[in-house]
């Protein structure tokens, strides 16, 4: 009796700590996001209301809207909320375009973009990972999210151009296949670098020209060959 009672009380105060996530949301994008620098109102309202503790493993739920990264398992993190509404941000999304993402992670960043572009293409390298974050995106009611396992520095052949790209973990160098799959005057948001790592954000310019700006020092999990091939 004493046991079970413990394991109830347990239970509900997990729950209780994410009841008002609602109002978490709310203070991580004002308090995080937005005092950061970061204004762009679609963005800010959709991470507002995008459940980010959906995406997190349980016992780690209580801390899903605090300033800072999270482990998800199998050696990757959730970025922390302010990189993700940065990067949403330099996207420069206007609500038709296709994205590809490279490093679906938990799927958090996927469900960001949902709302802000006509279609998400999503690629994870950890196969238990993919299987996992599309379940969850389902379970959420993500429609227009697709979501692959396989080799990011692959891009996605046969969805190619995409408007936009966003890649959450860092390549020691721009991975050639990702630039060639974007459209021209599209936008490539990336983190590159080994033990230093720079947020770049590359435009395709005409004749296959780039535009390279460097925004911020940043610190990604590594963005890794498979070990083998990948099969579809």
């Given at each position: 009796?004493?046991?079970?009672?413990?394991?109830?009380?347990?239970?509900?105060?997990?729950?209780?700590?994410?009841?008002?996530?609602?109002?978490?949301?709310?203070?991580?994008?004002?308090?995080?996001?937005?005092?950061?620098?970061?204004?762009?109102?679609?963005?800010?309202?959709?991470?507002?209301?995008?459940?980010?503790?959906?995406?997190?493993?349980?016992?780690?739920?209580?801390?899903?809207?605090?300033?800072?990264?999270?482990?998800?398992?199998?050696?990757?993190?959730?970025?922390?909320?302010?990189?993700?509404?940065?990067?949403?941000?330099?996207l420069?999304l206007?609500?038709?375009?296709?994205?590809?993402?490279?490093?679906?992670?938990?799927?958090?960043?996927?469900?960001?973009?949902?709302?802000?572009?006509?279609?998400?293409?999503?690629i994870?390298?950890?196969?238990?990972?993919?299987?996992?974050?599309?379940?969850?995106?389902?379970?959420?009611?993500?429609?227009?999210?697709?979501?692959?396992?396989?080799?990011?520095?692959?891009?996605?052949?046969?969805?190619?151009?995409?408007?936009?790209?966003?890649?959450?973990?860092?390549?020691?160098?721009?991975?050639?296949?990702?630039?060639?799959?974007?459209?021209?005057?599209?936008?490539?948001?990336?983190?590159?670098?080994s033990?230093?790592?720079?947020?770049?954000v590359?435009?395709?310019?005409?004749?296959?020209?780039?535009?390279?700006?460097?925004?911020?020092?940043?610190?990604?999990?590594?963005?890794?060959?498979?070990?083998?091939?990948?099969?579809?």
């Amino acid at each position: 009796m004493n046991i079970l009672f413990f394991v109830l009380c347990a239970n509900f105060q997990l729950s209780g700590q994410v009841d008002n996530w609602e109002q978490k949301a709310k203070a991580m994008v004002d308090n995080q996001i937005l005092a950061r620098g970061v204004n762009e109102a679609k963005v800010l309202d959709v991470m507002r209301n995008t459940p980010r503790h959906e995406f997190i493993p349980a016992e780690r739920q209580p801390y899903a809207y605090i300033d800072s990264p999270l482990a998800i398992g199998f050696e990757q993190t959730i970025s922390q909320p302010y990189i993700v509404g940065l990067m949403t941000s330099l996207l420069k999304l206007k609500g038709n375009e296709k994205v590809l993402e490279i490093g679906t992670g938990s799927g958090y960043q996927a469900a960001v973009l949902s709302p802000l572009c006509k279609e998400v293409f999503t690629i994870e390298i950890v196969k238990k990972l993919a299987v996992r974050s599309k379940a969850t995106l389902a379970r959420l009611g993500y429609d227009n999210i697709y979501v692959k396992w396989g080799d990011g520095y692959q891009g996605w052949p046969g969805e190619e151009p995409f408007d936009a790209i966003i890649v959450t973990a860092a390549p020691p160098a721009l991975p050639p296949k990702l630039f060639e799959q974007l459209k021209v005057g599209g936008r490539l948001v990336i983190p590159v670098g080994s033990i230093w790592q720079e947020l770049w954000v590359i435009t395709k310019l005409q004749g296959g020209i780039m535009d390279k700006e460097s925004v911020i020092p940043v610190r990604f999990v590594p963005m890794v060959h498979p070990e083998k091939p990948i099969p579809e």
